[in-house]
């Protein structure tokens, strides 16, 4: 829907002004002036107006606004998946890129530069185990402790790294891409069973095992990969807009570890007592959008201030 047909609609639906309509759905003036600059209107609004068309009274409708309420979140949850696919091959090809440079060429064989096997249902084994860590499982020690939400976070996306490492390895960018897509529409759960995330989580190490044992077909595991890993996400609170952001800033993170003598041994971890994936998380949480260049930058001036 275009600007200058919002201004028409709204009369039609008993508001005098844009500005009247916008104090009803509670947008502000700035916004508005927003979609006037670009001759466009939001999805989520777009839908606002087809619901409010026929309706009357208005704008006193409390059933109407109840619907109208309702079905915001799944508005703008479909308004933020409409840039899902871009968003993804833009995470396979920075994976396939930093692959490139870590591991050589042809990594997909198996074996990377230094002819060392790679094993990426491995990664993804003892990922998991780190991810379980982030929560008092264990009952003989901190029984009362409260899980590590953020670093639970940041184990799914170095899973994520690994998965999508392992589906490159057996796929191409276009298919990755085709195969992740609708696994990617969910809402994040605001309230985590800690219990159901463990074994939620300790399913992706089972899938693993199976395949690496030859107990499941290589692609039949991938697409049971993916349901599980987007499962693990929703249960644990990480929707896919943070898992996308989060896994931008960690890619960066790997490529500045690489950088800065993380395979030679000489990488300092701990900056000014805070390890270097809070300090790139808190980058993150202060930046709306970062790109990965800026982000490189920001971690490089922060190195360098050691």
């Not at 703008?76 to 870590?102: G, V």
């Not at 074996?111 to 780190?130: G, P, Q, S, Y």
């Not at 899980?147 to 960018?173: G, K, R």
Request: charged content about 25%; glycine content about 4%.
């Amino acid at each position: 829907m275009l600007y200058k047909d919002l201004k028409i609609v709204t009369k039609s639906l008993g508001f005098l002004t844009i500005e009247d309509f916008a104090k009803y759905i509670g947008v502000t003036p700035k916004e508005i002036l927003k979609w006037e600059q670009k001759e466009e209107v939001p999805y989520t609004i777009s839908l606002i107006i087809h619901l409010l068309k026929g309706e009357k009274p208005l704008p006193n409708n409390s059933t109407l606004d109840n619907l109208v309420e309702e079905c915001l979140p799944l508005a703008t949850l479909l308004e933020e998946a409409s840039s899902f696919p871009h968003k993804l091959e833009e995470m396979f090809l920075l994976q396939k890129e930093l692959n490139d440079s870590t591991n050589g060429k042809n990594w997909e064989l198996g074996i990377n530069k230094f002819d060392k096997e790679i094993n990426w249902l491995r990664c993804i084994h003892m990922e998991v185990a780190e991810l379980i860590d982030s929560a008092p499982w264990k009952h003989w020690k901190n029984i009362n402790a409260e899980p590590d939400m953020n670093n639970v976070h940041v184990e799914l996306v170095d899973i994520w790294h690994f998965l999508m490492s392992y589906i490159l390895q057996e796929t191409n960018v276009p298919k990755a891409v085709s195969l992740v897509n609708t696994h990617c529409i969910y809402e994040a759960n605001e309230e985590v069973d800690v219990k159901a995330m463990i074994q939620e989580s300790e399913k992706l190490s089972y899938i693993s095992l199976a395949i690496q044992t030859n107990n499941m077909p290589s692609f039949s595991g991938i697409e049971r990969f993916i349901d599980q890993f987007f499962r693990c996400c929703k249960i644990s609170g990480l929707s896919f807009t943070w898992l996308q952001k989060l896994y931008i800033g960690k890619n960066c993170l790997n490529k500045f570890r690489q950088d800065n003598g993380y395979k030679e041994g000489t990488y300092i971890k701990q900056w000014n007592g805070k390890e270097d994936n809070v300090v790139m998380i808190n980058i993150l949480k202060q930046t709306e959008s970062v790109s990965f260049k800026d982000l490189y930058q920001k971690l490089d001036d922060a190195y360098k201030s050691l």
